[in-house]
């Protein structure tokens, strides 16, 4: 493996079709079509004699997504197996164009019946899938997705625990793969660091309603995620959804390409389809990391008796039943929140009273 160390990496703003609930034929088009348009652009990004793109970065849900409320029997049937016949297509491009591409779609797996998995996966050069990636937080937000801890002791005990974090060893760098709000837990960039990432792949759909704050606090948490952990960070969110409920630029664009201090190399402004490039330096990488300032330091010892100790969501919390619907995490949620009361952690909110 000849190590490559100055490279470009490309993110992808593409639009993402609603794929059918109900129409098998159709849903097959849907999905078709989005991936088409994905290797329309990475045609477009790695087409021309100048280009350096090693790396291609594509949004969260931009291949078999569906934006409404639904139980797990419904979610199940827009979802696919990785590999499949859909990622074959993605491989082929990949091989064609002699790049790695992280990817994102819904999957089921044989080994774990009645679930479905938010997979984000990376496809090497050579057309093999590296790692894989079950996103692990935000099951009891809206899609009621399974997430590793969800089953923990059968996901270790067939992948191991370091599958949780997976890494790709590649000639561009160790790579690693961020799902959408994961980012906003520290830890997961963190521990993806920790088994040797340096360039973070951040596959993402943000909306611009107000449930996850201010859009602008997604540029910061990108930017704390490169900084405190040394790492370059690309990010591709969805560009415009297309056959939805919501509007068609519901997602506030904004993909962004950070340098390992946090400093942003290259971004887009808003929504709609577009895309961007940007400059990876292993060498400057690997230096900083070399001195003090570098996460090595993490009194990790310490913060993990402090985690022991905290109220949190369990492992294995539906090893035995399959989530089916978005109510049975909120319920697990609001467990949570009332054993934090009860420790005296956290404050119940006090209701106005008019004098």
């Known amino acids: 493996m000849t190590e490559i160390l100055n490279y470009e990496v490309a993110c992808i703003q593409t639009r993402a079709r609603q794929v059918s609930l109900d129409d098998e034929k159709q849903r097959d088009i849907d999905i078709r079509a989005n991936i088409e348009r994905i290797c329309q652009l990475i045609d477009y990004m790695t087409s021309f004699g100048s280009s350096e793109v090693k790396l291609i970065v594509t949004p969260e849900y931009s291949i078999n997504g569906h934006w409404s409320r639904k139980d797990v029997d419904q979610w199940i049937k827009i979802c696919t197996t990785v590999p499949g016949p859909y990622t074959d297509i993605l491989a082929e491009k990949a091989k064609q164009r002699k790049v790695h591409i992280a990817a994102n779609m819904l999957e089921i797996h044989p080994d774990f019946p009645g679930r479905f998995f938010n997979c984000s996966f990376l496809v090497g050069p050579n057309g093999k899938i590296l790692i894989k990636h079950w996103k692990i937080n935000n099951n ?120 390992f201090d946090g400093t942003v190399t290259n971004a887009l402004n808003g929504p709609g389809e577009a895309t961007i490039k940007g400059p990876i330096n292993l060498n400057d ?51 949570l929140v009332q054993e934090r009361r009860r420790l005296g952690i956290d404050r119940a909110p006090r209701d106005f009273v008019q004098d």
């Not at 997976?166 to 793969?177: D, F, H, P, R, S």
């Open 285 to 335: 990488l690997r230096r900083a990391r070399s001195k003090p300032f570098h996460p090595t330091v993490i009194r990790a010892q310490l913060y993990a008796k402090e985690y022991e100790s905290w109220p949190s969501w369990p492992n294995d919390g539906f090893a035995e039943t399959p989530i089916r619907r978005i109510e049975d995490t909120r319920a697990k949620f609001q467990e």
């Open 140 to 259: 009891c937000w809206v899609f009621p997705y399974t997430t590793p801890p969800d089953i923990y002791s059968q996901f270790v005990a067939k992948y191991g625990r370091e599958a949780l974090f997976q890494v790709a060893k590649t000639e561009i760098g160790n790579i690693g793969l961020v799902t959408c709000g994961e980012l906003g837990f520290p830890e997961n960039a963190r521990c993806t660091m920790m088994n040797g990432a340096e360039v973070l792949c951040h596959l993402t759909s943000e909306p611009n309603n107000m449930s996850h704050g201010d859009v602008r606090n997604w540029t910061s948490l990108r930017t704390a995620r490169a900084y405190e952990n040394k790492c370059y960070l690309a990010a591709a969110n969805v560009g415009l959804f297309e056959g939805t409920l919501r509007g068609m630029h519901d997602s506030h664009g904004d993909s962004a390409i950070h340098y």
